[in-house]
């Protein structure tokens, strides 16, 4: 596959988004989660800007969403500390954190691109979708 994309892999994407009170419908993004399946990859990049965070209620759980955009960062690594989905594969992690839920740490739709260097293309993406 990559011959045809002159050494570039197809990767998928979605924006981390916190939103402190749901009935309100305001979010900011805190991250990116990125998965390219033909090279095994999946990685989060994480920016909270806080103030940005409390200007949108002030009484938010700081910390609450720094524990649950930390545990995404965990989940992507795989290591003991990914709890039951140490075990699965890049994908499978990928897919379990692009699901749906209603929690103040949410994921924006999925998007895809092409990449040569996936690592690179998160850093890209945090500081182009996020910073």
Same mark, same amino acid.
């Given at each position: 596959?990559?011959?045809?994309?002159?050494?570039?892999?197809?990767?998928?994407?979605?924006?981390?988004?916190?939103?402190?009170?749901?009935?309100?419908?305001?979010?900011?993004? +805190?991250?990116?989660?990125?998965?390219?399946?033909?090279?095994?990859?999946?990685?989060?990049?994480?920016?909270?800007?806080?103030?940005?965070?409390?200007?949108?209620?002030?009484?938010?759980?700081?910390?609450?969403?720094?524990?649950?955009?930390?545990?995404?960062?965990?989940?992507?690594?795989?290591?003991?500390?990914?709890?039951?989905?140490?075990?699965?594969?890049?994908?499978?992690?990928?897919?379990?954190?692009? +699901?749906?839920?209603?929690?103040?740490?949410?994921?924006?739709?999925?998007?895809?691109?092409?990449?040569?260097?996936?690592?690179?293309?998160?850093?890209?993406?945090?500081?182009?979708?996020?910073?």
């Amino acid at each position: 596959m990559s011959g045809l994309t002159g050494g570039r892999d197809v990767f998928e994407y979605a924006v981390l988004r916190v939103v402190p009170r749901v009935e309100r419908g305001e979010l900011i993004n +805190a991250g990116i989660v990125l998965y390219c399946r033909a090279r095994s990859f999946v990685a989060a990049r994480i920016h909270l800007d806080e103030d940005r965070l409390r200007a949108l209620d002030p009484n938010v759980d700081v910390e609450g969403v720094r524990a649950a955009l930390h545990a995404v960062e965990c989940v992507c690594h795989g290591g003991a500390a990914a709890g039951q989905a140490a075990a699965d594969d890049a994908g499978r992690r990928f897919r379990w954190l692009v +699901a749906p839920r209603s929690t103040v740490v949410q994921p924006g739709p999925v998007h895809t691109g092409l990449t040569a260097d996936p690592e690179a293309e998160a850093e890209r993406l945090l500081r182009v979708l996020v910073r």
